[in-house]
């Protein structure tokens, strides 16, 4: 009974390397972070466009008091084949999701410096508000932090929503 517990421990470890890499990434999301973001793909962002992405970043903590994204920095990320690798590692989503500030940061070999310089990133005031103005018509992430010191560690965490622009239109997110 004991070495079937071993080799059934065994067999899930094996299956589980298989199915991910040593990061705990699958192997398209490997593959689209080790891969340099293609110009190409992300000319559309660094256009002047129309439509302005206005947001608000707020969470109760378990004692029902507010916290907000206030001082912190909000980024707009414009959709590409990394960017959505990042989304899925760091939130396990491309759509919308949290990272609990208890998990600790998702750490990459290395940042694409495209994907860095495509940032749009401004500052939450203190109502937890954020805005991002002349912003072309693409899909775009939303990401900003939100937390505050607990009573015993960091509460709170980074949050992301999926951002789809388009027309000239004024597009309000709500974080988480």
């Not at 589980?16 to 190409?40: E, N």
């Not at 608000?56 to 507010?66: D, I, P, T």
């Not at 990042?86 to 759509?95: C, L, P, Q």
Request: net charge positive; charged share 20%.
């Amino acid at each position: 009974m004991k070495y079937a517990v071993v080799i059934v421990g065994l067999s899930l470890a094996v299956a589980g390397c298989a199915q991910f890499g040593p990061s705990g990434q699958s192997g398209q999301q490997q593959a689209a972070l080790s891969r340099p973001i293609s110009q190409s793909e992300i000319d559309w962002s660094k256009r002047s466009g129309r439509n302005t992405v206005s947001g608000l970043a707020v969470m109760k903590a378990a004692n029902g008091e507010s916290h907000s994204c206030a001082g912190q920095s909000a980024n707009l990320i414009p959709d590409s084949d990394y960017a959505r690798a990042r989304m899925e590692a760091i939130f396990g989503s491309t759509d919308r999701g949290m990272r609990a500030a208890s998990r600790g940061a998702v750490k990459f070999e290395r940042d694409d410096p495209l994907y860095v310089s495509s940032l749009r990133t401004t500052r939450c005031d203190a109502q937890g508000s954020f805005s991002f103005a002349q912003v072309p018509d693409g899909i775009w992430y939303a990401t900003t932090s939100i937390k505050w010191q607990g009573t015993s560690q960091v509460e709170g965490g980074s949050v992301m929503r999926r951002v789809d622009v388009r027309g000239g239109r004024l597009v309000k997110v709500v974080l988480p």
